[in-house]
């Protein structure tokens, strides 16, 4: 049975975000190490290229771990194909006229389109979009830190 409203963040995420819905975090959630999988060889070349310049950093905040490979590889699969697909576009165009005469939008521009769309859900997952970043406090230890400015003064947590 299909589930209903948000997906739920990762308690990773949460924590980095300070727990802005003050919501008990799960305490029986898995914790798998917080260790960056390995880049599978499948991957095209740009999408490996794309592995390697994020995965450190998301080992480093702890939210990639080894049993995320399949995620970020879609990810990074989505990057190349989406990051091609551009490239096209900028060499030839959005637009070409077909043999009848007629102007039509190459496939290119969905196909870029698309694989965005990929992209911006998976990134929204590991805290890659800048509004997904703002809300992260890395670094800190989070029991410490206050709710908010009234519970400081106020003296709760």
């Not at 450190?56 to 990051?83: H, M, N, P």
């Amino acid at each position: 049975m299909a589930t209903r409203g948000r997906k739920p963040t990762p308690t990773a995420i949460k924590e980095l975000e300070g727990n802005p819905g003050k919501r008990p975090l799960n305490s029986a959630e898995p914790q798998p190490v917080r260790k960056a999988p390995p880049c599978p060889k499948w991957l095209e070349p740009e999408a490996k290229k794309e592995w390697r310049r994020l995965s450190k950093q998301l080992e480093q905040i702890g939210v990639l771990t080894e049993v995320d490979q399949a995620a970020f590889a879609s990810y990074c699969q989505a990057y190349a194909r989406w990051k091609e697909a551009e490239e096209f576009i900028t060499q030839h165009g959005t637009i070409v006229k077909t043999p009848s005469g007629y102007w039509q939008q190459v496939p290119q521009v969905s196909i870029a389109q698309t694989y965005l769309k990929i992209m911006n859900k998976i990134a929204e997952q590991f805290g890659l979009t800048p509004s997904a970043r703002s809300r992260i406090t890395a670094g800190a230890d989070l029991k410490n830190v206050p709710l908010d400015d009234m519970e400081d003064l106020l003296g709760g947590n």
